[in-house]
């Protein structure tokens, strides 16, 4: 893995971006977390890259990981234009947009912006759009055990001990909560006027969905496909809110042959 950051200029100012890479050739894929942070794609990224021909890019959203988010920067759509301007930045083409939670709310914002550098989208238990009958779970006033139960197919695979934790740990997880709080808005992880946008998406999309999530139900996924024109929804039995923590071996073929297939210009190896 390597690491680098890059200064972009926005209409609302300047800001560096932490990126990193997982692999050096093949097709490139931009990864993007959830409100678990980095931590939470990190290990995946790194599979990917081993299994396929595949650079990932895994950038941090400012604010993470003690990284700065300048005053500006509060909402999802904005933090899309971010990352347009990074793929910008790069000069990446074809890119497959990965994104799964709050990542995934960004990837469809992303796709609305209309890049012409990206060839396909995959939203992973994405969140953002309003759910009648099928409210995001509020993640704020849970335990981490709580969320935990909600999370995952196997909560006993994935206990956490906060007790555990470092000084330093302690600071970056209280840190990326607060960040959190603020790009979820103050719809508690939704934004009203996303549907409008999601319906005017033309990138190739996969809504790809763990069965056990209770954080996100199956009925939130499926409303989300049916928003955005001709995606296809894919249900993936046995895993939860974080497929690529819990069962990768099953959403990493999944999400390559949705992507390969979708290839405008094959890379030069």
Do not use: C
Not at 101 to 125: F, Q
Not at 206 to 216: K, N, Y
């Amino acid at each position: 893995m390597t690491r680098s950051t890059h200064t972009l200029t926005l209409d609302q100012g300047t800001l560096d971006v932490t990126v990193d890479l997982h692999g050096e050739r093949g097709r490139p894929f931009l990864l993007l977390h959830g409100g678990g942070g980095p931590q939470t794609v990190t290990p995946f990224a790194g599979l990917l890259a081993e299994q396929r021909s595949a650079r990932v890019f895994t950038p941090i959203h400012p604010g993470f990981d003690v990284t700065f988010r300048p005053e500006w920067l509060t909402d999802i759509t904005t933090l899309a234009q971010v990352y347009a301007h990074l793929l910008d930045a790069l000069d990446l083409r074809d890119v497959a947009v990965v994104g799964n939670s709050i990542g995934g709310w960004i990837a469809a914002e992303l796709a609305a912006l209309g890049s012409d550098r990206i060839s396909s989208v995959t939203l992973v238990n994405a969140v953002g759009i309003p759910g009648p009958g099928h409210p995001i779970a509020d993640t704020f006033s849970l335990t981490p055990a709580e969320l935990s139960r909600l999370s995952f197919h196997d909560p006993s695979k994935f206990r956490f001990d906060p007790s555990a934790l470092t000084e330093t740990q302690r600071a970056i997880t209280a840190a990326n909560r607060a960040t959190l709080q603020v790009y979820s808005g103050p719809h508690n992880m939704a934004d009203p006027t996303l549907p409008e946008r999601l319906a005017k998406i033309t990138h190739p999309t996969l809504v790809a969905w763990g069965a056990s999530d209770q954080v996100v139900d199956v009925g939130y996924g499926r409303a989300y496909a049916q928003a955005i024109p001709d995606a296809k929804f894919r249900l993936l039995e046995g895993t939860g809110h974080m497929p690529q923590s819990e069962t990768p071996e099953q959403l990493l073929p999944i999400l390559w042959d949705f992507a390969d297939t979708r290839v405008i210009h094959r890379p030069r190896l």
